[in-house]
């Protein structure tokens, strides 16, 4: 049975402004992109999987990169439309086969379920790489508040056969070849000693900290940072005041310590999910694919007319 919704966090209910901005609802899709709205990509207990997907219309000649985002919303709010703008100009600009995916939300289903989701959405991506002409060296991962930190659990705990669920594609992997992470929450137990999000936190968990520690380690991605994750890109605000900067400046130490490729940009006087509204969103666009270009080959496409 699904769990009542808790009273949101005030500086939750703040950001969600930002992150339900209204023109993703119908995003301004360009000319050489075709979008195709509550795709099913999979299948978890009772309900269908499904995605936003953004796609060149044509397929194209060669081999393209691809990526998955995940929204942000504290775990119980948010859906795939806070990605609309990044999906259709990486599709526009640069051939991306780009899927913005609606998890479960806590309410429906607490951890693992949307963990789960994230990976099941990887696979998926994977699969469809022969047909859609999808190098599978390319694959990016990128997410935003509890879509960052469940981005973050993907890369640190790929082995993991709980989190990766059984919603379909079980025969691909779900590892992503490069993330980019918003403002994201990478230590429960910070969040814990801050009192922040606590309601929502314990939703998605299950369980307080006192009666489930555990779960909080387990869920803590900074905890289990390895030397075989894929490169990262953290951005964060320094007056978000609902996740602190100081989250993704430790979390970017911990992945130089084990030897991660990883870089972050804190930007000055930006709150939480400020990269939804212009002009930041288009800046930390052009961060990010800054930084795919970076480490993978990416050249605008053909056909742009951005």
């Known amino acids: 049975m699904p769990m009542p919704s808790p009273k949101p966090d005030r500086a939750f209910i703040e950001?969600?402004?930002?992150?339900?901005?209204?023109?993703?609802?119908h995003p301004n899709i360009a000319e050489n992109v075709a979008f195709h709205r509550a795709l099913v990509i999979?299948?978890?207990?009772?309900?269908?999987?499904?995605?936003?997907?953004?796609?060149?219309?044509?397929?194209?000649?060669?081999?393209?990169?691809?990526?998955v985002f995940l929204h942000g919303g504290s775990w119980?709010?948010?859906g795939p439309s806070q990605f609309h703008f990044h999906a259709n100009r990486l599709a526009d600009r640069y051939g991306f086969y780009a899927l913005s995916v609606d998890y479960r939300l806590s309410g429906e289903a607490p951890f693992p379920a949307a963990l789960q989701d994230a990976h099941c959405a990887m696979r998926w991506i994977r699969s469809q790489a022969r047909d859609q002409h999808i190098d599978p060296q390319r694959i990016v991962v990128a997410g935003g508040s509890a879509g960052a930190h469940l981005a973050s659990m993907l890369i640190t705990s790929a082995a993991s056969k709980a989190h990766r669920g059984d919603g379909g594609q079980d025969d691909f992997s779900s590892h992503a070849n490069l993330a980019i992470l918003f403002n994201g929450e990478y230590d429960m137990w910070d969040l814990v000693e801050k009192g922040s999000l606590l309601d929502a936190m314990q939703q998605f968990i299950g369980g307080t900290p006192d009666a489930m520690p555990h779960k909080y380690d387990e869920l803590s991605s900074i905890q289990h940072v390895h030397a075989e994750m894929p490169p990262v890109l953290l951005l964060h605000g320094t007056e978000d005041r609902c996740v602190s900067h100081e989250q993704s400046i430790a979390f970017h130490q911990r992945l130089l310590d084990h030897n991660v490729d990883s870089e972050i940009e804190i930007y000055e006087g930006?709150?939480?999910?400020?990269?939804?509204?212009?002009?930041?969103?288009t800046t930390t666009c052009e961060r990010m694919e800054s930084f795919i270009a970076s480490r993978f080959a990416l050249a605008p496409d053909a056909r742009c007319t951005a």
């Open 76 to 78: 119980l709010a948010g």
């Open 42 to 67: 999979g299948c978890n207990q009772d309900r269908d999987l499904q995605a936003d997907l953004f796609t060149p219309a044509e397929l194209p000649r060669e081999p393209r990169p691809a990526i």
């Open 15 to 25: 950001s969600m402004r930002t992150e339900q901005h209204p023109d993703r609802e």
């Open 270 to 281: 930006k709150p939480h999910a400020w990269f939804n509204r212009e002009p930041d969103r």
